[in-house]
């Protein structure tokens, strides 16, 4: 994206006025998507038409010897807080970072089989979502430490307790979809050229986390662990990826995932893709189910303007016998 316009800012202010402080650059940079969207048969899709606008702030500077770096994404309204971030760049010792939505750990390789547009599963089940995403910390209210060593790198997240997105000042209380408990992940990724296979990319992660609420006791921490490879030749992208989340609690569901994908970019400017994913929804005295998901994308890129579009359908939604789809066609503009 385009920068359209930089100030000048202080690095530290607030409570922290009194400290000598360097001055920084923000960069201002932005983006609309205007999109038609089709749902299935089952829902009420209404007006399909929608716009989202994006501006994003990015702010750098040195605070004693550290490179200090901030970012906040604001999506549909100005005021509104999408994501942000505030890293410290240690140099040869990493980077630590507070995350408030952005992405950390292992839910940056939730899903890594390759796409031309949106996911197979993006639209599908508002409510409950597609299953075997792994992902035991988040990215709300996670402590995110990022390191690369001998080409492989490191994406480290600790949340100490709860899932909440908190202001300053404040804390977030336990409740059931906050679960009000602590969690650790961490995702390893590495290009072929590392490991010696030329053209692929591979990563790995597994994390755990508490179960119930700060008052509740539970059986076992909830596990996450997932593993994919990605192989380029040409101008064809292939990847597979196998996950898997372990219920803690005696009697709970498991899920067990499998991806795959294949994205080509036919010339420069146009890309194709078609993936599938089967989650079997392991219950406890019961039959295993399975969902079965499958989505087809394409995008066409001009400069700074992109057309893109994808089709997305589930069956057996959640393990639970329901179906879904979902039609979407976006037309994005960066500045």
């Not at 990022?146 to 404040?170: E, M, Q």
């Not at 079965?292 to 997305?312: E, F």
Request: hydrophobic share 35%.
């Amino acid at each position: 994206m385009n920068n359209i316009k930089k100030v000048g800012l202080t690095a530290l202010a607030g409570s922290l006025a009194a400290i000598s402080a360097n001055a920084a650059e923000m960069t201002v940079s932005g983006a609309s998507v205007l999109t038609y969207t089709s749902e299935g048969a089952t829902e009420v899709t209404g007006n399909s038409w929608g716009m989202k606008t994006n501006l994003g702030f990015t702010a750098s500077g040195e605070v004693n010897g550290y490179t200090v770096s901030y970012m906040q994404t604001s999506a549909d309204k100005f005021a509104g807080m999408s994501s942000a971030r505030l890293s410290v760049d240690m140099g040869d010792l990493g980077t630590l970072a507070f995350d408030q939505g952005s992405g950390s750990g292992l839910s940056t390789i939730d899903d890594k089989t390759p796409t031309a547009a949106e996911e197979i599963w993006d639209g599908l089940g508002a409510a409950t979502g597609v299953g075997g995403r792994v992902g035991a910390a988040g990215s709300s209210g996670v402590f995110n430490y990022i390191k690369t060593y001998a080409g492989v790198n490191l994406n480290a997240a600790f949340r100490p307790s709860g899932a909440a997105t908190n202001s300053d000042g404040s804390s977030g209380g336990s409740s059931a979809a906050d679960s009000g408990s602590a969690a650790w992940d961490f995702a390893l990724t590495t290009d072929g050229e590392t490991v010696g296979l030329p053209g692929f990319k591979v990563g790995a992660g597994y994390g755990e986390a508490e179960g119930g609420t700060q008052k509740d006791t539970r059986d076992g921490d909830d596990k996450h662990a997932t593993v994919f490879a990605n192989y380029a030749y040409g101008p064809a992208n292939f990847g597979a990826q196998i996950s898997d989340i372990n219920k803690g609690k005696n009697g709970a569901t498991n899920q067990e995932a499998v991806r795959w994908g294949l994205a080509v970019n036919v010339n420069e400017s146009l890309s194709v893709s078609y993936g599938e994913s089967t989650v079997t929804y392991a219950k406890a005295g019961a039959l295993h189910v399975d969902e079965d998901t499958a989505g087809v994308a394409v995008a066409y890129t001009m400069g700074s303007m992109k057309l893109a579009g994808n089709r997305n359908m589930v069956n057996n939604l959640g393990g639970s016998g329901g179906s879904d789809e979902m039609t979407e066609i976006a037309l994005s503009f960066a500045f």
